[in-house]
């Protein structure tokens, strides 16, 4: 079995895979990114726009992965746009719930204290409001991110030649190694990703905010 998996991980035509699947992921992601936190900005001052926001994001986190894949089909054909739209329309939720919730739970009285000593709106966006969501915001992400790696795998059903070629690989010709190096390369990935933005998110969380999230565990 470890042999079969190694041989597989050799074959001149993993790097591609791997590397087709790392662009989608990554791609996806970036995108769902610059659509969903400009939203998010454009939408903080006002409940309405945050509700809706909120509940678009919510709609789109129940379609199942495959069946945004089912949907762009038609229009995009095999190759890989077809999963990129896919993947981006998969990435947006969590991103946009976060992003939503974290500028709108930014205390008023806080936003007024910034008013009061002079900020500008543009100020305290940056100084006040994208500082204390930033945590809220990056678990949005980190939740978005890992689930564009996992659903990834579904790109080869229309072409997109993921990682996911080596397990549907795997089941059809009833070759475990072959589906085992597929689905932990898959896992390996998703792990990666989450540790990434996991430091990242420690990385951007203000030092006052990590105090305060340390006295309250305490």
Aim: charged share 10%; aromatic share 6%.
């Amino acid at each position: 079995m470890l042999d079969g998996i190694i041989e597989t991980l050799q074959r001149p035509t993993y790097p591609g895979l791997l590397w087709t699947h790392i662009q989608l992921s990554v791609l996806a992601t970036l995108l769902g990114i610059l659509i969903s936190v400009p939203v998010a900005l454009a939408v903080r001052n006002t409940p309405l726009g945050a509700a809706i926001a909120v509940n678009v994001g919510n709609l789109g986190r129940a379609i199942p992965s495959l069946a945004l894949l089912a949907i762009v089909f038609p229009f995009l054909g095999f190759g890989f746009s077809a999963p990129f739209i896919a993947l981006t329309a998969l990435a947006v939720p969590p991103i946009l719930i976060n992003a939503s919730t974290g500028l709108r739970e930014v205390r008023q009285e806080v936003i007024d204290a910034a008013r009061g000593m002079g900020l500008s709106e543009g100020q305290i966006l940056t100084r006040i409001q994208l500082p204390i969501a930033a945590p809220v915001i990056f678990a949005g992400v980190r939740t978005s991110a890992v689930q564009v790696v996992a659903s990834a795998t579904l790109a080869t059903f229309i072409g997109g030649s993921a990682l996911g070629d080596l397990i549907v690989e795997g089941f059809a010709r009833g070759d475990n190694a072959i589906l085992l190096a597929g689905a932990l390369s898959v896992a390996a990935l998703a792990i990666i990703t989450e540790v990434l933005f996991e430091v990242l998110e420690r990385t951007f969380t203000p030092k006052g905010l990590k105090i305060a999230q340390q006295r309250r565990t305490a």
